[in-house]
Nanobody, 121 residues
């Protein structure tokens, strides 16, 4: 089993910054893609950004230029640096990781419990 634990959410004023972290632990042989999704009340969950294990990144158009995703493979941790935050960034942010627990075992997608980000004055 694999656990993802997020941290770093909170309340921030418009224009402010936050850094989210997500650490994976448990039965891990290899992690391919790690990423962040978000879900606002009444809306569908959407991709914010993801990063594969060699470092290639992908961003939603709504956050390009304001958000940077990175990862530390030695620590099985992914980060999301968010700058110039706007009220519409208010959501629960979820970490995700595609994990292979051992050789010969299929990759499985795991999700964190979510962390609230609120952008408000």
């Amino acid at each position: 089993q694999v656990q993802l634990v997020e941290s770093g959410g909170g309340l921030v004023q418009p224009g402010g910054s936050l850094r989210l972290s997500c650490a994976a632990s448990g039965s891990i042989f290899r992690i391919s893609t790690m990423g962040w999704y978000r879900q606002a009340p009444g809306k569908e969950r959407e991709l914010v950004a993801d990063i594969i294990n060699i470092g290639s990144t992908n961003y939603a158009d709504s956050v390009k230029g304001r958000v940077t995703i990175s990862r530390d493979n030695a620590k099985n941790t992914v980060y999301l640096q968010m700058n110039s935050l706007e009220p519409q960034d208010t959501s629960v942010y979820y970490c995700t990781a595609n994990v292979r627990s051992d050789i010969g075992i299929a990759t499985k997608t795991y999700w964190g419990q979510g962390t609230q980000v609120t952008v408000s004055s």
